[in-house]
T-cell receptor
Framework: DAGVTQSPTHLIKTRGQQVTLRCSPK?????VSWYQQALGQGPQFIFQ???????QRGNFPDRFSGHQFPNYSSELNVNALLLGDSALYLC???????????????FGQGTRLTVV | AQSVAQPEDQVNVAEGNPLTVKCTYS??????LFWYVQYPNRGLQFLLK??????LVKGSYGFEAEFNKSQTSFHLKKPSALVSDSALYFC?????????????FGTGTKLQVIP
């Protein structure tokens, strides 16, 4: 059973460019969340997708956008890249439940984005 | 708003000694609490969680955590530290209105186990 997979593992982009990161959730999971982890910091919540819609969003500008596909996989897009966007981008998948005893989120290995 | 505080940037402990990594939280509603571990250049690995029930939660690799509602704390513990436990540890909290899964992480505590 594959866990959460992210691609690519590393990426170098130039300021002003656009980037797309991809995530396949753990089998059976239907919810995908994206996090940005700057060096030496904890993960910061970007947004979450469920049923192909953005359900929650953290304090990130509109340059950050995403998409979820019918097979639950997801993409994170960042436009007009800034040097400060350099970070490890983590995808986490989980199963949507509405009662206590729900599952924890499972994280992928992350995509290391470097903006030069 | 919900938040997590990990007051120690780094914890050093000798191999074989007990370890504690501290975490306090703030959340509206019932707290769901988690500990994750991160090795260099890797994603986060789940260790344990508190949802409800016993305040002492046991998790992976011999780790446990104690939920203290009055002190709003969820400290991570292990009776005997291993060198291989050296890593970055994150505490996280989530409230549970409406089934959403937004998780707020602390800034992390680097655990260094000294041989």
């Amino acid at each position: 059973d594959a866990g959460v997979t992210q691609s690519p593992t590393h990426l170098i982009k130039t300021r002003g460019q656009q980037v797309t990161l991809r995530c396949s959730p753990k089998s059976g999971h239907d919810t995908v969340s994206w996090y940005q982890q700057a060096l030496g910091q904890g993960p910061q919540f970007i947004f979450q997708y469920y049923e192909e819609e953005e359900r929650q969003r953290g304090n990130f500008p509109d340059r950050f956008s995403g998409h979820q596909f019918p097979n639950y996989s997801s993409e994170l897009n960042v436009n007009a890249l800034l040097l400060g966007d350099s970070a490890l981008y983590l995808c986490a998948s989980s199963l949507e439940v509405r009662t206590p005893g729900d599952t924890e989120a499972f994280f992928g290995q992350g995509t290391r984005l470097t903006v030069v | 708003a919900q938040s997590v505080a990990q007051p120690e940037d780094q914890v050093n402990v000798a191999e074989g000694n007990p370890l504690t990594v501290k975490c306090t939280y703030s959340v509206s509603g019932n707290p769901y609490l988690f500990w994750y571990v991160q090795y260099p250049n890797r994603g986060l690995q789940f260790l344990l969680k508190y949802i409800t029930g016993d305040n002492l939660v046991k998790g992976s690799y011999g780790f446990e955590a104690e939920f203290n509602k009055s002190q709003t704390s969820f400290h991570l513990k292990k009776p005997s530290a291993l060198v291989s436990d050296s890593a970055l540890y994150f505490c996280a909290v989530r409230a549970f209105p409406g089934g959403y899964q937004k998780v707020t992480f602390g800034t992390g505590t680097k655990l260094q186990v000294i041989p």
